[in-house]
């Protein structure tokens, strides 16, 4: 039951109704850094729910091009909108890290969407935002040089994987809590690593960025001129390592 704090979703659930939720989310599998847990031509017969680690929903364009739409940290459902919507997922996922992911079947997450309004009501919210990130990383990519796409990934990175970071002792920022490579980066904007290297580098400059323990830290400047907006991340106590060995389960996941 150590997960129930980490999830946001199962933390909404009354404690009298978890022993009958639970068991919806009991069978887990352990994937490794990069392992697709689904992809487009799979039919949508699963939700998945990450209990450890990180992981990026992508699409890819005709002309070869990804296009990120979200990151997923623990405690997150995904897969929810193909599962309600579609006969087969509309987008990859892939893990960043090594995740600790549990699935449920459609038949079984429908009928917790029926029995609990509170499960439906977040599914619907949590989905829209969702959508409407994914919108504006896309016009992002479309419509803005570099420098504004790296920005439109960092806040899109502090909104959904952040947590608060005292920012040398000048107030609080935010820590990208996964290790994130410049090529990386560069893959999620559609733009080379050397201008990434050049764009960071002038936003560490102006004391808009900072690294900590080789991740990004979106200083108290950053959070102030970019994300005024945007709700401040909830701190959380890092969930138990990933470990080495994993029971059989009923569904393979593509890339374990």
């Known amino acids: 039951m150590w997960f129930v704090g980490k999830s946001e979703l199962l933390s909404l659930i009354e404690k009298n109704c978890l022993e009958e939720v639970m068991p919806a989310f009991s069978d887990h599998r352990i994937l490794r850094k990069n392992a697709l847990?689904?992809?487009?031509?799979?039919?949508?017969?699963?939700?998945?729910?990450?209990?450890?680690?990180?992981?990026?929903?992508?699409?890819?364009?005709?002309?070869?091009?990804?296009?990120?739409?979200?990151?997923?940290?623990?405690?997150?459902?995904?897969?929810?909108?193909?599962?309600?919507?579609?006969?087969?997922y509309s987008h990859y996922a892939q893990t960043l890290t090594d995740c600790r992911i549990c699935y449920i079947n459609k038949a079984d997450f429908k009928d917790l969407l029926d029995r609990y309004a509170v499960i439906s009501q977040f599914v619907l919210r949590s989905h829209h935002q969702r959508w409407q990130e994914a919108q504006q990383l896309i016009e992002s990519l479309s419509l803005h040089e570099v420098r504004k796409r790296l920005i439109n990934i960092l806040?899109?990175?502090?909104?959904?994987?952040?947590?608060?970071?005292?920012?040398?002792?000048?107030?609080?920022?935010?820590?990208?809590?996964?290790?994130?490579?410049?090529?990386?980066?560069a893959e999620f904007i559609g733009t080379s690593r050397e201008s990434v290297n050049r764009h960071f580098s002038d936003l560490k400059t102006?004391?808009?960025?900072?690294?900590?323990?080789?991740?990004?830290?979106l200083t108290p400047a950053f959070v102030?001129?970019?994300?005024?907006?945007?709700q401040t991340p909830v701190e959380k106590t890092a969930p138990p390592p990933v470990q080495g060995a994993h029971r059989d389960i009923k569904v393979p996941l593509v890339g374990a």
């Not at 899109?156 to 005292?166: D, E, K, L, T, W």
């Not at 102006?206 to 323990?213: A, K, M, P």
């Open 37 to 88: 847990v689904y992809r487009p031509d799979e039919r949508s017969d699963y939700v998945y729910l990450l209990k450890v680690g990180h992981l990026r929903l992508y699409r890819i364009t005709e002309d070869g091009q990804e296009i990120t739409l979200s990151f997923i940290k623990a405690g997150m459902l995904f897969g929810d909108g193909d599962v309600l919507n579609e006969t087969n």
């Open 155 to 185: 806040s899109m990175f502090a909104r959904q994987i952040g947590s608060p970071f005292v920012h040398a002792g000048v107030g609080t920022g935010i820590l990208i809590d996964l290790s994130i490579p410049q090529d990386k980066l």
């Open 206 to 217: 102006e004391g808009l960025v900072d690294t900590y323990q080789r991740k990004i830290v």
């Open 224 to 230: 102030s001129q970019y994300l005024r907006d945007a």
